[in-house]
């Protein structure tokens, strides 16, 4: 017993050499505390007072009677890094080879550390599965090597039947609790004074080994001295990095991607496809006209359902054509009077120009019982048929004016004739006739000699060319009036 009593002494001595006690006079408290305002309270187990074990010491904690089960907990004002824990429970001054009647009521207990109030949400440091009253020393001292801000004790009678040395009811006498560690946070060794690697969580690394007890976001390993690598960033590098573009790797702390996203992605990290009618690169292509407005393929822009009515093609973009239209451009223009090479509406099938003679409605499909004339018509037709008399009267004109020509000329062509052959045959009768007369003979023979002479066919000449002038003014002036007129009505 005195050996045990000087290995405890020498261990707490060494211990407390190398850390601190951070729970001394630290903030405590308990489920089911001793009723009647005893001075058992929570704050006794981390008083410093461990001289006296037993319950008129006042230096204990000591919980109601009869519970089935028994929390208390400190706080150690931060989050630390532990090494190891003591615990001194009550004994009433029995010794440590006789049998403890208070050691079956805390046998059984665990010890959690956690960053909440909660055990649940810490790490269990240790539970008591093996030690009986004859075994189990005091203080007991078990290995807590985490970092945390709350130190649990919890035991609990819940689920008989129970070994043969447990008590039937849980209960907290504990006279102290040391929990040992580092005072200063991102330091380990026995002396505190060994930096924690630089990426460790919080600073905070294993005491004894200076191992990271979690990385940074963007870091992983024991010392945290490796980035994310394939495709991953983020605490413990548990986050898959988006499409980046190339598949390259996203920034191994925030995921964004630096390079920019795959076709059809958008976002920092490029984890959104495309939408609101865009698609491929920076989603900066819009959609064709897909059917009932849905949103193409994220990557080439393909309308997965087929397009709206007037339109076809993968990406529809293109409007209906070869005098077709409506939905699939499955439906054939109408009878459409195409002025200018256009066809109908592409997806209405309405006639742009109105309909062919013979037609009517909306996409020139009824037959008209009656070839209506439209105003558009009669304006047009108008100067034409105009044109068209004018130069019907104009022909008629020159052809009359042509044939009255033709019999004027046969007319003075046949006056002279008969003037040459009544002379002719007045002067053969004349000679003939004894009683000649001698002027007549006279005028004869100086008619001969005219016509011998030149200057008499010059004359014939021109008087043939005057009469010729007048009916020819007469065509150009009727000419130069037809011009007139087609001008102005052009």
Request: with cysteine.
């Amino acid at each position: 017993m005195d050996v045990f009593l000087m290995f405890v002494f020498v261990c707490e001595l060494s211990i407390c050499f190398a850390y601190q006690n951070l729970a001394l006079k630290k903030e405590t408290w308990q489920l089911h505390p001793y009723p009647n305002g005893h001075s058992w309270t929570s704050d006794k187990a981390v008083d410093g007072l461990k001289s006296d074990l037993t319950a008129d010491g006042r230096q204990c904690t000591i919980s109601g009677n009869y519970k089935t089960r028994a929390e208390w907990r400190v706080d150690l004002g931060g989050i630390f890094s532990v090494h190891n824990i003591f615990i001194y429970y009550r004994t009433e001054k029995a010794m440590q080879d006789k049998i403890n009647m208070y050691a079956k009521r805390f046998l059984g207990f665990s010890v959690y550390i956690s960053n909440t109030t909660q055990k649940e949400d810490g790490v269990l440091c240790f539970r008591d599965i093996y030690y009986t009253r004859a075994t189990i020393p005091n203080p007991i001292n078990f290995s807590c090597q985490y970092h945390g801000r709350y130190v649990i004790y919890y035991n609990n009678r819940t689920h008989p039947p129970f070994p043969k040395d447990y008590d039937e009811y849980a209960y907290n006498e504990l006279c102290e609790v040391e929990v040992n560690g580092c005072v200063a946070s991102g330091f380990y060794g026995e002396s505190c004074s060994i930096p924690c690697p630089q990426n460790c969580q919080e600073g905070h690394c294993h005491i004894t080994v200076g191992t990271c007890l979690g990385c940074i976001a963007g870091y992983s390993g024991n010392k945290c001295d490796k980035r994310c690598t394939e495709n991953t960033y983020g605490f413990e590098c548990s986050q898959k990095c988006g499409k980046c573009r190339n598949r390259s790797q996203c920034n191994h702390v925030t995921g964004t991607c630096p390079k920019g996203c795959d076709k059809g992605i958008y976002g920092d990290k490029c984890v959104s496809e495309c939408d609101e009618n865009t698609y491929g690169q920076n989603c900066s292509n819009s959609c064709g006209f897909c059917l009932d407005g849905e949103q193409c393929h994220y990557i080439d822009g393909r309308c997965l359902n087929g397009c709206s009515s007037g339109y076809t093609g993968s990406h529809c973009t293109k409007r209906c054509s070869k005098n077709t239209y409506g939905p699939g451009c499955s439906l054939s223009c109408g009878n459409c009077l195409y002025l200018y090479g256009e066809q109908c509406h592409h997806v209405t099938g309405d006639c742009p120009s109105g309909c062919v003679q013979g037609f009517h409605g909306k996409n020139c499909t009824e037959v008209s019982s009656f070839l209506p004339v439209s105003t558009s018509d009669i304006v047009l037709a108008v100067p034409l048929y105009s044109l068209a008399a004018l130069l019907g009267a104009s022909v008629i004109a020159v052809i009359i004016l042509g044939i009255k020509m033709k019999k004027f000329k046969m007319n003075v062509h046949q006056q002279t004739n008969k003037v040459t052959v009544y002379e002719a045959m007045q002067f053969k009768s004349g000679a003939n006739n004894d009683n000649s007369n001698p002027r007549v003979e006279s005028f004869y023979e100086e008619l001969q000699e005219k016509d011998r002479s030149p200057h008499y066919d010059n004359w014939r000449i021109q008087e043939l060319q005057k009469r010729e002038a007048k009916p020819r003014r007469g065509k150009m002036r009727l000419q130069i009036y037809l011009c007139f007129i087609i001008k102005n009505i052009v």
